[in-house]
């Protein structure tokens, strides 16, 4: 007998339709898709998305956050991607998920650059008070002299169980870190094109093969 992909829940005669899954699971997943507005250092944003496909995303520049090492130590660039304020509480639990590509590039001859990033999920108030929900640091990744390294990434961040309440804000942070031989230096980008395009980055990035979209799914509890 199978069983009904839908279900009608809901009292006086209103109906909520849950997925067999987000019953089974009593978790419901939402998609974010990360952009950046303009290249004058503004906040970027983010959307929720229901279809994925590239050829249905919108267009957005810039495309890429670009950082530079020139250390032997580890440094590091963020950026943060925040989604509209909440109309309404809801309850982030159990795993989310950064869907990623960085890019790491070493220049000076016979030198090699080191990088990782960490991914931040975070909860932001009317008054800009950080609620931190989970974090994960990426493997540490190696590249030659003027080899470079794409690495595209699917991170996990278990959340800690965390209200967010209207007029909240969830954001994303990623830190890309980076270090370099003495006498070289590094070139890193974080990839955020909604459209997933080719990226003409040095040399180009190919969406085919390393795809140029940022996006990240976040558990909310589903109360059935």
Not at 61 to 90: I, Q
Not at 142 to 148: A, G
Not at 151 to 167: N, R, Y
Request: proline share 5%; charged share 15%.
């Amino acid at each position: 007998m199978g069983v009904n992909p839908t279900y009608n829940l809901g009292a006086g005669g209103g109906f909520i339709n849950y997925t067999f899954s987000e019953v089974a699971t009593g978790t419901g997943i939402v998609l974010y898709n990360s952009f950046a507005t303009t290249t004058s250092g503004a906040t970027a944003v983010t959307i929720t998305k229901t279809n994925t496909t590239s050829t249905d995303a919108f267009q957005a520049d810039p495309v890429s956050t670009y950082g530079f090492a020139n250390t032997t130590s580890f440094t590091s660039t963020e950026v943060s991607f925040d989604n509209p304020p909440s109309n309404f509480a809801s309850v982030i639990r159990g795993t989310a998920l950064v869907d990623v590509t960085f890019v790491l590039d070493a220049s000076g001859v016979d030198k090699t650059a080191q990088g990782y990033i960490v991914c931040k999920i975070r909860g932001v108030d009317a008054d800009d008070n950080i609620t931190e929900i989970g974090e994960t640091t990426s493997d540490l990744f190696e590249t030659p002299h003027q080899v470079e390294l794409p690495k595209t990434l699917l991170i996990p961040i278990t959340c800690a169980q965390t209200t967010i309440k209207p007029t909240d804000r969830l954001r994303l942070t990623i830190e890309m870190w980076a270090k370099v031989e003495a006498g070289a230096t590094s070139s890193h980008w974080l990839l955020h094109d909604p459209a997933n395009r080719d990226i003409a980055v040095t040399p180009a990035i190919t969406a085919a093969d390393n795809h140029t979209y940022l996006k990240w799914y976040i558990p909310y509890k589903v109360d059935v």
